[in-house]
Structures are given as C-alpha cells and as structure tokens.
C-alpha cells in the first residue's frame, strides 16, 4: 500500500537525521548504531596548491633595505624657521635691526632662548642644550637592495643612492651595516654599494632571462614604504616593455605588487635565481596597481660587473640620430620589411660619420647580427668597447652595403642640440604650392632645402605631423632646393613603382623622416 506524501516526508527526515547522528557519531569516536550503513565522507585528492614559502626563507637573507643620508647642509637657525636674510640668521642682524627684538621675541616662544635648550634639540637635534650653533639637515630615503657575494657586495638602484653620502644596509634581522659606494650607472639606474664586514653573508645569483616566459611565477622581496622584508607574488606580465625612461629600455612586467621602497629589489623565479631588478610601477595613485617594471638580469649582470670591476661603465658610441622604420617609410625606400634603424642626422665628428654613415641610411644588421629597431641598435651598441672595430650593414640607395666603423666612448654629458634661433632658416616672400601633399613651401634662405611656410589641415602632411617652420632638406634622398625638384622626384618614384616618397625633414636642429604616400598626389 502507497503511503501518502505527508508520511514520505516524514519518512525522508527520520532517516536524514539518523545518518547525520551516525556520522556524528563517528566523528566523536562513538559507535554509531548497529545495522546502520554509512557512506565515506566526500573528499577530493586536489593538486597541492604553490608555495613560495621555500622559495623565501631561502632568499630572504640575501634581500635587504637601503637607507642613505644626504649630504649634510648648514643652516642658520632661522633659516630652520623659514627666516634667511641672504644667508644671515638672526644672531648676524645688527643690534639696532628693527627686525631683530621681533624675532627674538619669537624665538623665545619657541624654547631658543639659552636655558631653553632641552626642548630646542629635542625639536630638531641641533646639539647640547644651552649650545646655539647652526641646524643640520639630513634628508633620509630608502630603498631596497641584495647581495651578490659573500664578501658583501649589493646591488640597489641609482636613484636610491645618487644623492646620497652615508648609505646604512639594515639585514632582515634588523642588524644595520655601514656600506660605501663602489659605482653607479645613470643610464640603466643601477649601482653597486660595499658592506665591510668580517662574516659570510648570504647571497643570490641573477637567472637567465632569456628563458623567461610570460606566465611564470615570480616572487617580489623588498622595502615597501619602509615597512623591511616585504614579500609578494605573482606572474610576468610581458617582456621587453620600452617605458621611456631611456635608451637602453628592455624591462620585464610583473604583476606582483611593488611600491615605493621596493627600488632596487629582487624579483625571484620559483629557484630563488633574480631575474629582475624592480625600478618603476606605472600608478596613477602612487601605490601598486599591477604593473611593475625590473631590470632584465642580463642587463643588470654586465653593468654591475664594470661597476665592481671600473666603479663606472664604458660604452661604445656610434654617434648618430635615428628613428624606427615605418611601413610607409620601408615601402619608400624599397626595403621588403619594416625594420632597423633610419639614420637621421650622423652628428659631426663621431664614429658613424668618420666612416662614411649619412642621413637616410637604414643600420639593418651589426656584425652579421639583424637589427630590428633603433632600441635595439642602441643596446647593440652599447654592449660593445669603445675603440672595437664593428661591420655596419646599412640599406642605401635600394641596396645593402657594409661599413667598417671604430666605435668611440659614449660621452657621459651628451652635448645638447638645442635650436639655434639665430641660425634658424627664415622664408623669403616667393612661395611655391604642392597641392598634392597640402604644402606652400619657399626656398630657404640659408642654402638647400624648402621651409614649409603653411600646411593645409587634414592633408596628408598635417596627418604625418608636418609643420609649417620645418625645413625640408631632401626627398628620397636627393637634396632639394626648390619646389620643381620635389615634383620631379615624386614622378620618378610614381615611375618606379613606388607608393610613397622620404620627405627629410629639420626642425630645432633635429631631423626626422616623414614617408607621404604618391598615390594621393
């Protein structure tokens, strides 16, 4: 006989609660019910999730904090209240200064009067109480650092230490180490600092980056905001990131936090090997937003090896202007892809002019190896010794040649190209249109070239960024000096089967190549 459905119920619950009593029972050690069937509690057999926690306590010894004063500045006492008098404090005023029974008065509200002197140097330290001689004003920053050898040396950041002269390493017991400074580099923001001491400390190794890929677990050890050994994890984001912050651009992206203090720290790969150097977050805030940058150990290697070795690093100098190879500027020229690096202006005197570089060369390949882009021409370059004898393949006139160039010394201050206003092409009256590109152009008055007197807006010239002042030297590498030469190039190049011309082009003593499509002239 069917039972009814309030007796299900009932039925469903007494055998619920019966199984739930049983499997409490067990849990408690007590005996469930004879004639009672339980089944096994569900569990599942997960992969163990990863941790950094070996990863870590290894490494972190070698991971420390970096705190450096600043060069010590002498000041008046009053210039510490924000009162200077050309560089005379109140003590050097006459007595008869209208101004000084004022501040004396003011200064005696403020404990510095003699007697007063327990509350002036608790304020800002300046000495002994009684004792009315100058302040002392010592900036303090900090950063992050680890150590390479055994012997104590470490690697930090430059723009920890650059204006630094006493630099104290705080290791993560807390033990604080005086260090100097061995050497520093600008350019790759990079330095060296020295802990002498008679123990073996622990050290870390850089990895080889190259085998890095995008995906992989990192581990961040640092500063952040002075808080000492901070860790955090996460993954590389991408690899050669160009963020502007030089020539030598070529850093990896992580994902792991980083902020302010953790300059000059390490970021791990998951065998404690540092495959990076953080040295900048992109942060609207100011905080950690999930972008940070390192510098490639490959690069961090070789400059800290000329630092411990030279205290600085020698680069080599090929000494030219150049610009990224466009499509457009590729297809002008006749080159199958767009890559290498487009010499603009050889600059006069250097390596690349002696030898025979000029404007409009594409550097495709140096010493048989291709070069891609002007970043890496740069890097290409720069790994090199001055004085070497390099093989520079460049692409000129729609075909390759090879030029023999001595590398000199990278200049520490590069000379500065600023505009010369008197020297500046200025446009005489007779002006000339070419209406195929949206351009009045004139004669310049200095010798070759055009100065572009106005540009048409939304023309093909105003897209490519053309100006009215910029001078026009050459078109396809040919000099031009009025504006029937261009014409005549352009309809040679149409003949030829080319699509757009190389407009040469100078502005403030800078020059720059600009690629026009022919087929909308």
């Not at 469903?12 to 050690?29: K, R």
């Amino acid at each position: 006989m069917s039972q009814s459905p309030r007796k299900i119920s009932r039925t469903f619950l007494t055998t619920t609660a019966i199984a739930g009593i049983a499997a409490a029972m067990l849990a408690t050690g007590v005996p469930a019910p004879t004639g009672t069937a339980l089944a096994d509690a569900v569990r599942v057999e997960a992969p163990q999730a990863p941790s950094f926690a070996d990863v870590v306590e290894a490494v972190s010894p070698a991971v420390v904090s970096v705190r450096v004063q600043a060069k010590v500045k002498q000041v008046s006492d009053d210039s510490a209240f924000g009162f200077d008098f050309n560089g005379k404090g109140f003590d050097d005023l006459p007595d008869d200064h209208p101004m000084k029974r004022f501040f004396k008065e003011f200064r005696r509200g403020f404990g510095d009067e003699p007697g007063d002197g327990d509350r002036r140097a608790e304020r800002d330290h300046r000495g002994p109480k009684g004792k009315n001689r100058p302040g002392r004003v010592r900036p303090v920053s900090q950063g992050s650092g680890f150590f390479i050898s055994e012997d104590g040396l470490l690697v930090t950041n430059n723009h920890v230490v650059e204006d630094g002269s006493a630099f104290t390493v705080i290791m993560d017991d807390g033990t604080e180490l005086d260090a100097k400074l061995i050497g520093r580099d600008k350019r790759t923001d990079l330095a060296v600092l020295k802990v002498e001491d008679a123990r073996k400390f622990t050290y870390v190794d850089f990895a080889d980056d190259s085998k890095i890929r995008v995906g992989e677990w990192v581990v961040a050890v640092g500063n952040p905001f002075g808080l000492g050994g901070t860790v955090t994890a996460g993954i590389v984001s991408a690899r050669g990131r160009d963020i502007g912050a030089g020539p030598y651009d070529d850093f990896i992206q992580v994902d792991a936090a980083v902020n302010r203090g953790n300059s000059g720290g390490p970021t791990f790969n998951l065998n404690g090997e540092v495959i990076g150097i953080n040295t900048a977050i992109f942060s609207p805030s100011g905080g950690n937003v999930g972008i940070a940058f390192a510098i490639p150990a490959s690069t961090a290697r070789a400059v800290v090896n000329d630092l411990i070795k030279d205290g600085s690093v020698e680069r080599g100098w090929l000494g030219v202007q150049i610009q990224p190879v466009t499509d457009d500027i590729a297809e002008s020229l006749g080159l199958a892809e767009a890559k290498g690096a487009l010499v603009t202006q050889p600059q006069d005197g250097a390596p690349a002019a002696k030898a025979g570089i000029e404007s409009g060369d594409v550097v495709t390949a140096v010493n048989g190896d291709a070069v891609k882009d002007p970043r890496e021409l740069a890097k290409k370059i720069a790994a090199m010794d001055p004085g070497k004898s390099v093989d520079i393949t460049i692409w000129r006139n729609g075909k390759s040649e090879s030029v023999k160039v001595e590398l000199g010394e990278l200049p520490t201050d590069m000379a500065s190209l600023s505009p010369d206003e008197d020297n500046a092409p200025s446009a005489p009256q007779a002006e000339a249109t070419l209406d195929s590109f949206g351009l009045t152009v004139v004669p310049a008055e200095t010798g070759g070239g055009l100065v572009i007197t106005s540009v048409e807006p939304d023309s093909v010239a105003d897209e490519r960024g053309l100006r009215a002042g910029d001078l026009i030297l050459g078109v396809n590498n040919q000099d031009v000096s009025k504006a029937s030469d261009i014409v005549s190039i352009i309809d040679a190049a149409a003949k030829n089967g080319r699509k757009a011309a190389l407009f040469h082009v100078e502005n403030d003593n800078r020059s720059r190549f600009v690629a026009l499509p022919i087929e909308q002239g």
